[in-house]
């Protein structure tokens, strides 16, 4: 698991799945609390663990009341 911070805002937000589309949606529940879990993807400049700056796609898990939760880098775009 690559070790990251978010530096300013995630743009370009969409939705991947919702309801039973999120695969994980039982883990979640038990970790985090009950909520209407949604995947999503967004993008991001991101600083990695070796102090390199760059734009990224990220991928978190969110829910009302909760928050975003296990974000993943999934592509470095620049």
Not at 13 to 25: N, S
Request: hydrophobic share 35%.
């Amino acid at each position: 698991m690559v070790k990251f911070e978010i530096l300013g805002e995630i743009r370009d937000i969409e939705t991947i799945a919702t309801g039973r589309g999120v695969y994980i949606r039982r883990y979640l529940d038990r970790t985090y609390g009950k909520g209407r879990w949604r995947k999503r993807k967004g993008r991001a400049t991101v600083q990695l663990a070796d102090g390199t700056v760059c734009e990224a796609e990220i991928h978190w898990f969110e829910a009302h009341g909760v928050g975003r939760k296990d974000f993943k880098i999934k592509k470095v775009l620049r």
